[in-house]
């Protein structure tokens, strides 16, 4: 009770339970969790504090006044209730008392692009050697930060905590939780444009990882990134004297890649020049060209908590992509899907469609491009120079399906797409395309961002 605040609705001996979990959606209370009864956009997490202590809820943290039988229930099962001014800033005050009592390397990691698939190789690399814990899924945000934390087991050795962000001071927010030890900064590309302006206050943003670093702490940021300069000075690093790696492609690179190339199954092979040690060849397990530098730097942190070559390289090879993340399906009905519908920006469209062009497809390649968000008043522009990068893409078709992506189209046919340029209004409409388009031993590449739910795409052709 200390760490959250507020008023206990029950005596102190019932306080005494083990908690084993938590959640703030009733329907996935386990026995032992923790509910979090936390106000919504729809629905109100009060208005199903009793649903949760039926489930089994150890206890429950309410954001109003609970009603008399939310009380009568609590009594029954001797669920302790507490009440409290602000759930969020409850859950964040919990999570750091956590935080405070792990006795582990705890790794940042944030970036434009790339953040989960680097946790998901960090967590496949880290794991070669320690107990290592990581976000969920793309658990990123105010509510995704302290539920990793708090599910961090407390013999964790490594804990990797993702870090998004659409302003100022959220991945502050996050690092006064996580305290992290090391901060990864994949990239600063020009998504959150619309809120932050420009790739400077994006740069500088993202560098509250950096300056959130104690002096003893690294800071591993990308060789390669015109911004990475911007990022470091803006977080002190230099007056800090902070021990920095970077990782690319570059000569100047503390970790750098060589040779790389694309295998017919779209996944990476590459020289990996570590520090001092000598080169050795890496095959990554998850496809795509990007991948290259996302696993350069989880080797970077590898190394940094002493792993070896062999470690390192077993982890890049077993590392898989998370949910709708280049998620590759061989379909019944004889097609190649990639999912990656998660989400979408200008810089990941090109590495998805370099993917695509590299991948051996028996029959013909597709791309389906949605609308992308946050890119502020240069939308359009942004959506039509994807059109014309599509446009020297290997495709036999490029199916626009959105407003903006309208624009994707456009871009296409203006840079002389040789092959066929379609546009539908959404979702429904194309899957109904594909459907009598398709044919057995295509390849679809399927993405846009993740308001526009392109995993029903993925999902309708598969059928």
């Known amino acids: 009770m200390d760490a959250i605040g507020g008023v206990l609705h029950s005596d102190e001996e019932s306080t005494r339970k083990l908690v084993t979990g938590i959640s703030w959606d009733s329907r996935s209370v386990q026995p032992g969790d923790l509910f979090m009864a936390l106000p919504g956009e729809r629905v109100d997490g009060n208005d199903y504090v009793a649903a949760a202590i039926g489930a089994g809820a150890a206890m429950v943290v309410c954001t109003r006044e609970p009603g008399a039988n939310a009380l009568a229930i609590a ?11 602000d759930g969020v800033e409850a859950l964040a005050n919990l999570a750091a008392y956590w935080r405070s009592t792990l006795r582990c390397v705890v790794v940042g990691v944030t970036g434009s692009t790339g953040k989960t698939s680097t946790k998901d190789l960090l967590l496949a690399v880290l794991g070669q ?30 804990l990797v905590v993702e870090m998004g ?41 993202k560098g509250e990882m950096v300056a959130a670093l104690e002096p003893t702490g690294m800071a591993v940021v990308n060789a390669d990134d015109d911004m990475t300069q911007e990022l470091l000075e803006s977080a002190g690093a230099f007056e800090r004297d902070l021990r920095v790696t970077r990782f690319g492609c570059s000569e100047d690179a503390d970790v750098r890649a060589e040779q790389a190339e694309l295998g017919a199954d779209g996944c990476a092979r590459f020289m990996l020049h570590l520090g001092e040690e000598e080169p050795f060849e890496v095959q990554l397990g998850m496809p795509g060209a990007h991948n290259v530098m996302n696993a350069l730097a ?10 070896s070559p062999q470690q390192i390289a077993a982890g ?5 992509a998370s949910k709708m993340r280049m998620e590759l ?14 989400n979408a920006n200008p810089d990941s469209m090109r590495a998805a469609l370099s993917t695509l062009a590299a991948m051996d497809c028996p029959g013909r390649r597709v791309a389906v491009l949605g609308d992308m968000g946050e890119l502020g008043e240069d939308e359009a522009q942004l959506h039509r120079q994807v ?8 495709l036999s078709l490029l199916l626009c399906a959105g407003p903006l992506a309208a624009q ?23 899957v109904a395309f594909l459907k009598g388009w398709l044919q057995p031993g295509d390849t679809v590449l399927v993405k846009a961002s993740r308001f526009m739910g392109f995993e029903r795409i993925a999902e309708g052709i598969s059928k």
Do not use: W
Not at 298 to 307: D, F, K, N, R
Not at 387 to 394: E, I, K, T
């Open 75 to 85: 009594g029954e099962f001797a669920c302790p209730l507490a009440v409290v001014q």
């Open 129 to 158: 050697r320690y107990r290592t814990h990581a976000t969920k899924g793309n658990y990123n945000n105010e509510l995704g930060i302290p539920y990793t934390v708090l599910t961090a087991p407390e013999d964790t050795e490594v």
């Open 165 to 205: 962000m659409r302003g100022f001071g959220q991945i502050a927010a996050g690092c006064r939780i996580a305290r992290p030890d090391v901060a990864v900064v994949t990239n600063v590309g020009v998504c959150h444009m619309e809120l932050l302006g420009s790739r400077a206050n994006i740069a500088r943003a």
């Open 298 to 307: 989880a080797a970077a942190v590898g190394s940094y908590l002493g792993e």
């Open 316 to 320: 890049l090879a077993q590392a898989g």
């Open 329 to 342: 399906t061989h379909t019944e009905n004889g097609l190649t899907v990639i999912n990656d519908a998660y």
């Open 387 to 394: 059109g014309r990068a599509a446009a020297d893409s290997p």
């Open 408 to 430: 994707i189209a456009a871009g296409a046919r203006e840079a002389g797409a040789a092959f066929a340029v379609e546009e539908v209004a959404g979702v429904d409409e194309a």
